[in-house]
């Protein structure tokens, strides 16, 4: 049973405003992953990290940024919402790098921004 | 190229009935995992079933199967005795060494169960 939790759920939010959507496991897994996805479509990797103090960029380029200060928690912020950023957000979380790992994923916040 | 193809962006199944959904893969690497994952109507990604390339049994869990036919590179699903509930998006991905561990992921089929 994967323990991994998102908040918000929804967001409904104006052009310009900063936010931060919160992904938090208690599976002390060492890697999280932040996706994108539009409704109906693949996923896009966005930011990953290995550990503590560990970030990286994914394959689509976003105008996000993450930081994982706690093994447990890995938030992501947007310092001026545009329209372009409505979506949903998936976070995952997966044991370091071995192909036979399964990422697990919480509900998703889903992004509306006016 | 794609890594991961999924050619049913849609499927009407009728309850009760076995339904494979179609996934092929394109890889060098000699090891690598093949994940299977639903998300329902809320969003949320659940796992269903992994294939490892070195496993020689196709993996089983519960009414999921994966056809897996390493020479063909394809990693079909089986769902037996489809539900309502099955109803859903299906997405196949895949994880190689070369790729770092990240999953490479495919467009996914939307799955429809008929009363």
């Known amino acids: 049973e994967a323990d991994i939790y998102q908040t918000p759920r929804y967001l409904v939010i104006g052009t310009g405003k900063k936010i931060t959507l919160e992904c938090s496991q208690t599976?002390?897994?060492?890697?999280m992953y932040w996706y994108q996805q539009d409704p109906g479509m693949e996923l896009h990797l966005i930011h990953y990290s290995y550990g503590v103090n560990s970030t990286e960029k994914g394959d689509l380029s976003s105008e996000s940024t993450v930081s994982r200060i706690r093994t447990e928690h890995f938030p992501l912020t947007l310092e001026s919402a545009r329209p372009s950023h409505t979506s949903q957000y998936l976070c995952?979380?997966?044991?370091?790098?071995?192909?036979?790992?399964?990422?697990?994923f919480g509900p998703g916040t889903r992004l509306t921004v006016l | 190229a794609q890594k991961i193809t999924q050619t049913q962006p849609g499927m009407f199944v009728q309850e009760k009935e076995a339904v494979t959904l179609d996934c092929t893969y394109d890889?060098?690497?000699?090891?690598?995992?093949l994940f299977w994952y639903k998300q329902p109507s809320s969003g949320e990604m659940i796992f269903l079933i992994y294939?490892?390339?070195?496993d020689q049994q196709n993996a089983t869990e519960g009414r999921y199967s994966l056809n897996f036919q390493k020479a063909r590179k394809s990693a079909n699903l089986v769902i037996s005795a489809s539900q309502l509930g099955d109803s859903a998006m299906y997405f196949c991905a895949m994880r190689e060494e070369d790729s770092n561990y990240q999953l490479i992921w495919g467009a996914g089929t939307k799955l429809i169960i008929k009363p």
């Open positions: 599976m002390g897994h060492d890697k």
């Open positions: 995952a979380s997966s044991v370091m790098g071995v192909v036979t790992d399964t990422q697990y």
């Open positions: 890889t060098s690497d000699p090891s690598y995992g």
């Open positions: 294939q490892g390339s070195y």
